[in-house]
């Protein structure tokens, strides 16, 4: 079986919205997956998910907390 690879491109700011979540845990769940590669990409606003030490507002996930897993599995670049 050839490997799958997969890169995730996520451009907007860690909270405002539900896309940087939704990519991350999708990319969560494959990184365990034997025979996935898995990549990010972070750009532009995207580059805060990667932040240290984050305040994470209210009512949302701690997208640093999601990116461990990854940058532990998979790829994680700037």
């Known amino acids: 079986m050839t490997e799958q690879s997969l890169l995730f491109i996520i451009n907007d ?6 896309r940087p979540y939704n990519a991350l845990r999708l990319a969560m769940n ?5 025979g996935v590669r898995v990549r990010v990409f972070l750009t532009a606003d995207g580059v805060a998910c990667a932040r240290k030490g ?12 999601m990116l461990k897993p990854i940058i532990q599995r998979g790829e994680v670049a700037t």
């Open 13 to 18: 700011a860690p909270y405002g919205n539900e």
């Open 30 to 34: 494959l990184v365990k997956r034997e």
């Open 54 to 65: 984050q305040k994470t507002p209210d009512g949302y996930y701690n997208i640093e907390r």
